[in-house]
C-alpha cells in the first residue's frame, strides 16, 4: 500500500529563510505527486503537483518541489520565507490505477518568526 | 464561481442524533470525496465516488454513510454508530479519473458532539 510520510510536525523558520518541508513516498511505480497549503479552519488548496512531467515542479506563492524517484522524495522549499507562509503543509500521493484514492501525510505545521 | 459549497461551517450534535453534511459542487467533477481531520493525523478517507449512484467505502467508513444521486451533490450522514464524530470534515472533488487530476476542496464543516 501506498504511503507518505512528511518528517516534522511542526517547522520554524526566521521572515527572509529558506523553507524546506520534507516528503517521502512509498510506491513501488512512481505515483503522483501533491503539495497542499491549508490555513486555520478552511480547506486545503493545491500548491503544486508532479505528474512525471518535469521533475522539478514550481507552484504558487514561490514555492517549488522537486521529484527524486532515488529517494523516493519530494521535499517543499521556498527560498525566503514570508509570514503569510504560516499555514499546514500536506504532501499527498495517488494511484496512477485510477482508484481515485488519495493518500496525504500528516502534515507539517509552519511558523515563520518575525 | 465555480467550487465547493460545504454547510453547515459549524455543527453541533447531541450523542446519539444522526446529522448531514451537506456537500455541492459545480465544478462539473465527476469525482467527489469525503475526508475527516483531526489534530496530528492528517486526512483520511471517508468514502468516495467516481460516478452518480455509485459510491466506495475509503479508510474510516464505519458509522458515516453518503449518497451520490447527482453529479453535483454528495451528502455525508453521521451516525449515532460513530463512536468519536468530532472532528473538522472535508469535501473534495476531482476531474476524471487515474489519479492526475488535483483535489478541489471546500471550506469544512466542524462537527462537536455535546
Known amino acids: 500500500a501506498q504511503s507518505v510520510t512528511q518528517l516534522g510536525s511542526h517547522v520554524s523558520v526566521s521572515e527572509g529563510a529558506l523553507v524546506l518541508l520534507r516528503c517521502n513516498y512509498s510506491s513501488s511505480v512512481p505515483p503522483y505527486l501533491f503539495w497542499y497549503v491549508q490555513y486555520p479552519n478552511q480547506g486545503l488548496q493545491l500548491l503544486l503537483k508532479y505528474t512525471s512531467a518535469a521533475t522539478l515542479v514550481k507552484g504558487i506563492n514561490g514555492f517549488e518541489a522537486e521529484f527524486k524517484k532515488s529517494e523516493t522524495s519530494f521535499h517543499l522549499t521556498k527560498p525566503s520565507a514570508h509570514m503569510s507562509d504560516a499555514a499546514e503543509y500536506f504532501c499527498a500521493v495517488s494511484d496512477k490505477g485510477g482508484t481515485y484514492k488519495y493518500i496525504f501525510g500528516t502534515g507539517t505545521r509552519l511558523k515563520v518568526l518575525a | 464561481d465555480g467550487g465547493i459549497t460545504q454547510s453547515p461551517k459549524y455543527l453541533f450534535r447531541k450523542e446519539g442524533q444522526n446529522v448531514t453534511l451537506s456537500c455541492e459542487q459545480n465544478?462539473?467533477?465527476?469525482?467527489m470525496y469525503w475526508y475527516r481531520q483531526d489534530p496530528g493525523q492528517g486526512l483520511r478517507l471517508i468514502y468516495y465516488s467516481q460516478i452518480v449512484n455509485d459510491f466506495q467505502k475509503g479508510d474510516i467508513a464505519e458509522g458515516y454513510s453518503v449518497s451520490r444521486e447527482k453529479k453535483e451533490s454528495f451528502p455525508l450522514t453521521v451516525t449515532s454508530a460513530q463512536k468519536n464524530p468530532t472532528a473538522f470534515y472535508l469535501c473534495?472533488?476531482?476531474?476524471?479519473?487515474?489519479?492526475?487530476?488535483?483535489?478541489?476542496f471546500g471550506e469544512g464543516s466542524r462537527l462537536t458532539v455535546l
Open positions: 473534495a472533488s476531482s476531474q476524471g479519473g487515474s489519479g492526475t487530476g488535483e483535489l478541489f
Open positions: 465544478l462539473n467533477h465527476d469525482a
